[in-house]
């Protein structure tokens, strides 16, 4: 293990930050670090933003360069740090209701198939797999109530990131016009409240209460009760084969027989197809 770096370090051996330089060997030690812990591959082409967002952290600890950031984010006793370096590394951007078939495909197909299948007060059960925000989570709260509604049926939303803070962001469910550009007037005045202060809208409280969300690792197995739709969008472009079968092996055993799976626009299962039927881009059934 990496030993302990101090976190009081004397002015004179520190670097201003224009001096920091972030070397080819630095960003193999931080993408060594990632494919380890989360199973990302961080891309060289990714070099100049793995940067910018570490000097940050750099700077702010004082550290003089960025290999004794990776010391002590990998030092015993820092974890909170590494957890702040892992969410620098992170992207998430996202809005409601990004890739307009998946949700046709739910309300269209998912929905009536299910009903016809399930007892008149049967909950259905969702996981948002790579939540980030809240966007993906929140739109298939609004999509499901719509599609429920009149009925006895129920909505239970797990939504997970392994970044804690944008868990904390997405549980307040406070959104700008960019993450809301596609919704229609209706659906802003029926589920959102503006604030006071025209900063944004907040998700009205009955639909925040139909998510939970909670830190997850996709590289870990996770229990309960089965789903009958995960959506697990734009995630495994991230991944190596090795890591992506990883993630698939725990991500169906969490989906019931003849659940849906839901996978981003340049995604597909390849040589996993075998436990799903292809049913169209980027949408499977599991066996």
Known sequence: MTTLMPTRISPSSLTTPAELHFSDSDMKLFQEMMYRETGIRLADAKQN??????????????????????????APGHQDEFQACLEALTTNE???????????????????????????????????????????AYSLAIALTAGLSGSAHGVHIDATD????????????????????KLTPRCLKQYFTKLPDNSGHQVQEQLRRLVSFRQHNLQQASSGKPYDLILLRNVLIYFDGESKATVMRHVSARLRSGGWLILGGAETLNDRSSEFSYVRPTIYRKR
């Open 49 to 74: 933003l793995v940067q910018s967002r570490l000097r940050k952290r750099v700077e702010a600890l004082q550290l003089p360069s960025f290999s004794a950031y990776h010391a002590y984010v990998t």
């Open 94 to 136: 996202t809005f409601f209701f990004r890739h307009k078939q998946h949700w046709d495909f739910l309300l269209g197909t998912i929905m009536p198939h299910w009903r016809q299948q399930v007892p008149a007060s049967a909950d259905f059960r969702a996981w948002s797999a790579a939540s980030s925000t809240g966007e993906e």
């Open 162 to 181: 392994i970044n804690t803070q944008v868990l904390e962001r997405a549980a307040r469910g406070i959104y700008s016009a960019y993450a809301l550009q």
